[in-house]
């Protein structure tokens, strides 16, 4: 185990001016104190899990950037494509396969370019989630976590390379805000006042758990379970925005209970 690697715990201790003889004795100083958070050395596996995800999430974004740049080319012509990857893919097909050239010669060598390395970042996308379907469905931890609604395969092999031993953490709560899904907390003369979520940690892990959350809410809220009524209630009072990512903090609870009690999800029903 080694001393969690977020530099703000370990700065308090360092002496004088930083430098690596001073940033080494500080962080054996921060190791010694009672308080001091730990976390288990990742095996090889994880990192190599840890790397595709980086990988999958750059090319993600490549895509992204692609499309919107795509998108924007287009609009300077006059061609207007409403948002999102299908209606795009319909409208750069009815520019470029068509009978007559609608846009200039060099241009639609260009479209036609762009359109072509956006299939190969689609293709590579999709070997890498087909690969991560294959691991989650051969690590006994993730599937336990494939049974929580909003959890598929990219969530479960991202958080089981991050955790690893739930047993690190002493509650579902600590794991949540591992992940910054906790509210920031000011307290002033005794009063304390919460403010939006810390953000701490991993932005991917929160980032897909929240995606995960809102894709879940719909079906969930409508549940006849406890966690169905406690979404019926936080939608009664509370934007969206915020029930999605009390949702999110709750779904990350419990992934700490299924990794650390070895179970499967199983929702209670609402009491009568």
Known sequence: MHADSQPEYVRPYVKAQ????????????????PTM?????????????????RIRDQLVGERTSLMNQIRSLLLERGHI?????AKLAVRLAELLDADEPVLGCRIHRL??????????????????DAEFTQAAQEDERTRRLLTIPGIGALNATALVAAVGDARTFGRGRDLAAWLGLVPRQATTGGKPRLLGISKRGSRYLRKILIQGARSSLPTMSKSDTRLGAWLRGLLAR????????????????????LLRHERTFNPVAQAA
Request: charged share 30%; glycine share 2%.
């Open 18 to 33: 930083k430098n690596d003889d001073r940033d080494a004795e500080a962080i054996a100083e921060a190791a010694t104190r």
């Open 37 to 53: 958070r730990f976390v288990e050395l990742k095996s090889e596996e994880q990192l190599d899990m840890q790397t595709l995800h």
């Open 81 to 85: 494509v409403p948002q999102g990857r």
């Open 111 to 128: 479209v036609s370019d762009m359109r072509q390395r956006w299939t190969a970042l689609d293709e590579r996308i999709g070997d890498l």
């Open 238 to 257: 509370s934007h969206a925005n915020t029930v999605v990512v009390a949702l999110a903090a709750k779904m990350a609870r419990i992934v700490w209970a």
